[in-house]
């Protein structure tokens, strides 16, 4: 909490929370027992001054006061933050919607500047009638809305060698959720004309990377979308605008951004990020290759290590997120123990196919120490495993796809810290 | 195992019948792509080596080729600098902890060094690099694995007889049946007998600092650091400062700000390996805050080619002028520097650059 605040309430809230949660439930419990509150007893500025005009902000960023929530990233991970990753503050976010200013980037060429007026999207390969399309051609074909989830292969990858990073945003916020306005691939693929003997297609960006993988035709054929709005509005720079691709339920890295190209072939390219990345090797020495869809998997982002408890025993909201890339999320088990017994929890809607799914555990703090975990089904009747089970089946060396049960242990105090359990 | 594809398939089935537009009928949008066009963007290349171009380079070609232009990232025998990735060696690692993936011990197709190569690197500058030169490139890394001799050449003629030592290393997706066993109805009581704290992130304390951006966070070990490696392609290294580009100093009054804009864009082209601005640390290249009179070769802390440093010894200082003629070929103007840079070519971009370098020169 560096910042100096004109705010004096929100500074010493701020302190109060660095400095432990008793001093929170403290200072709460004597306004209630006697001293009147003075945010009610006195005008405030901002009850008798005036506030800003509809000029002041043509587009709006968040309140100050919500500086904190931002990507984040962890400069050692990689050698150069070109070709890097950050992390969606998830910790501190509700419902289940990424707004793209805070939603994960990962590029490896950096985040380039691609005028719409200089867009263009090549279909070639095995079709009838190779093609070449402009930002306005495709606003021209029919189009749908859709939420879909991304998150890349490597969330949670980190964890892997036993529990390093504090915070939700650091273990599981390669991910983010949006919703989308874009034409399916299919309608481009049929305006191309698939030949028959087209079995995938190769879709690759146009940043220097020249990102590329290949996706088998039945997967293109069904839900993959060329999406060129998120949450409403243009798609970031940072998120491939003006044109990136949707792969729903499989890893990000797949949502080719800044699309440039897609190819009909017979079989796959076997690019670098499809052969020397984003395949996982098991413990004999061999390795799983097209292992693209996302397995179901839950976090619990408050309480967490950035988002302590900070009211005492009694009333608690205990919220997270829960996805699967094989469909929709039937149910999220929350167990404060340490995985000894469970208790199901609330979801906010009904899940929806490849999206996140928000619950909520609406439970009382004794104000004991818990081993908060959560456990995610899906609509295919897949559990969220352990560490421990994963490792058995995978070996020791994994980079990607790890989707085990998430522990924070929260003490006594309200903090929480990631630990992993026996 | 047929759980997933049947639901998912047959719910979006349904999804599409609901939800979907009708598209009975092409709507005659888009052009037909030229033939050139096609040729100019359908660059992959495949295993069997559909899209190899007419072209070869001898592993001799290739050392010279790979020393000017990858091994200031790669190690003059591709061995990796800075935890930069590794291009050779980790033979028979893989069944081993912390196995060492690189295009000897790992990658299964020749197929795709060269296609990455070609299309991708070197990094900050790709495609530039010509068909010749890829297979130069690409034979100097076999050589460099132990996988073809010294004086071999590489080219479209012979390229699949290349055996890939882990070619046959890889299986497809085996999860639905090589994990059934997380499919089924989850224990909700008395699941475990006790429970234990086995590990605290806290011990290792790698987290970046949330409160105070300005901390960097403690390097870990490099161990810890490799554990950690998420999939990020780039390899794990020395912590990283804030992004190079962020113009921190005040623009010089009586430059143009547009030409300095201007600058800042031509920049991207040296963001690889230079960092400038407030916190910019030295790289694969020097800090460039203050170049701009500054003599040649004396950052601290940066291992020069010896040209730079005798250079800088004979008087060389960095003005507009001097650094235009560098920046316009940097390897011809000064034989043996390190910068693996192609060069500015334009007058236009060499005033634009001095300018936005001058902005952070007091």
């Not at chain 2, 190079?244 to 010089?252: D, L």
Request: with cysteine; proline share 6%; charged share 25%.
């Amino acid at each position: 909490m560096s910042e100096t605040s004109k705010n004096s309430r929100r500074s010493f809230l701020k302190g109060a929370a660095a400095a432990g949660v008793g001093a929170v439930a403290a200072a709460t419990t004597a306004r209630a027992q006697g001293t009147p509150d003075p945010l009610i007893t006195e005008v405030q500025p901002w009850a008798t001054g005036l506030g800003d005009g509809v000029d002041a902000t043509p587009y709006g960023l968040p309140i100050e006061y919500e500086a904190d929530v931002v990507r984040r990233n962890v400069p050692w991970l990689t050698a150069d933050p070109i070709s890097s990753i950050n992390f969606t503050p998830i910790h501190a976010l509700d419902g289940t919607i990424t707004p793209q200013g805070c939603a994960f980037e990962r590029h490896h060429s950096g985040a380039i500047d691609l005028r719409k007026e200089d867009y263009r999207l090549m279909i070639n390969g095995l079709v009838d009638q190779p093609l070449v399309f402009t930002y306005e051609d495709l606003e021209r074909f029919a189009r749908i809305n859709r939420v879909f989830f991304c998150e890349c292969a490597a969330n949670t990858g980190m964890e892997w060698a036993g529990a390093q990073l504090n915070g939700a945003q650091f273990t599981h916020g390669m991910i983010h959720n949006m919703e989308y306005s874009g034409v399916p691939l299919r309608t481009l693929l049929e305006e191309a004309g698939v030949k028959p003997e087209g079995k995938w297609v190769y879709v690759e960006g146009a940043d220097a990377s020249s990102n590329g993988r290949s996706i088998p035709l039945e997967k293109a054929l069904d839900d993959v979308l060329v999406a060129f709005k998120a949450n409403g509005e243009a798609l970031r720079k940072e998120h491939g605008y003006p044109v990136r691709l949707v792969v729903p339920g499989w890893e990000g890295n797949m949502w080719i951004k800044w699309l440039r190209r897609i190819e009909v072939m017979e079989g796959p390219v076997e690019s670098r990020e499809e052969t020397s990345k984003y395949t996982d090797t098991l413990a004999n020495g061999t390795s799983r290759k097209w292992t693209w869809v996302m397995d179901a998997k839950s976090i619990v982002t408050s309480p967490s290590p950035q988002a302590p408890i900070k009211h005492g025993p009694g009333p608690l909201v205990i919220t997270g997120l829960a996805w699967s890339g094989r469909g929709a999320i039937k149910r999220v088990d929350v167990s404060k123990d340490g995985g000894k017994t469970w208790e199901t929890a609330r979801l906010a809607n009904p899940g929806q196919p490849m999206a996140l799914t928000r619950f909520y555990l609406d439970t009382s703090w004794d104000g004991k120490e818990m081993l908060l975990q959560a456990r995610a089904m899906d609509e295919t009747g897949y559990v969220q495993p352990t560490k421990k089970m994963l490792r058995e089946v995978r070996g020791e060396n994994s980079v990607y796809h790890n989707n085990c049960i998430q522990t924070w242990w929260v003490k006594e105090t309200g903090e929480a810290e990631n630990v992993e359990v026996s | 195992m047929s759980k997933y594809p049947n639901l998912l398939f047959a719910g979006t089935a349904l999804f599409a019948f609901l939800a979907n537009p009708v598209m009975a009928d092409k709507l005659g949008l888009g052009r037909p792509a030229l033939p050139e066009e096609i040729a100019a963007w359908n660059l992959d290349v495949s295993p069997d080596g559909t899209g190899l171009p007419v072209g070869s380079g001898s592993v001799e070609d290739g050392e010279m080729v790979f020393s000017d232009n990858c091994a200031s990232c790669h190690g003059e025998f591709a061995e990796g600098v800075d935890n930069w990735p590794k291009l050779a060696g980790g033979k028979d690692t893989l069944d081993r902890k912390d196995p060492v993936k690189t295009v000897g011990s790992y990658w299964p197709y020749l197929s795709t060094t060269w296609d990455y190569v070609h299309r991708s690197m070197p990094f900050g500058a790709a495609q530039t690099m010509s068909a010749d030169d890829t297979y130069a490139i690409v034979a100097y890394i076999l050589y460099s694995n132990d996988l073809v001799e010294d004086d071999f050449v590489l080219s479209n003629e012979n390229f699949l007889e290349v055996e890939m030592p882990n070619a046959d290393g890889f299986i497809v997706d085996d999860r639905e049946t090589a994990e059934a066993a997380f499919w089924g109805e989850p224990c909700m009581e008395n699941c475990k007998e006790s429970v234990e704290i086995t590990m605290h992130a806290s011990v290792l304390d790698v987290t970046p600092d949330t409160v105070d951006d300005a901390a960097p966070a403690e390097q870990p070990a490099a161990e810890e650091v490799a554990a950690a490696e998420p999939a990020s392609s780039e390899p794990a290294a020395e912590p990283a400062t804030e992004p190079a580009a962020e113009p921190a100093a005040e623009p010089a009054a009586d430059i143009d700000p547009a030409l300095i804009a201007a600058g800042e864009k031509v920049f991207k082209k040296c963001k690889a390996c230079h960092q400038i601005g407030e916190g910019a640390e030295n790289k694969v290249g020097p800090e460039l805050n203050s170049v701009i009179g500054r003599t040649a070769g004396t950052v601290e802390g940066f291992k020069y080619s010896d040209p730079m440093i005798a250079a800088g010894e004979g008087g060389l200082v960095w003005t507009d002028a001097t650094l235009a003629e560098f920046l316009a070929n940097p390897r011809k103007s000064m034989k043996g520097t390190k910068m693996s840079f192609s060069g500015l070519k334009k007058e236009e971009d060499q005033k634009a650059i001095a300018a936005y370098l001058g902005s952070f020169s007091n």
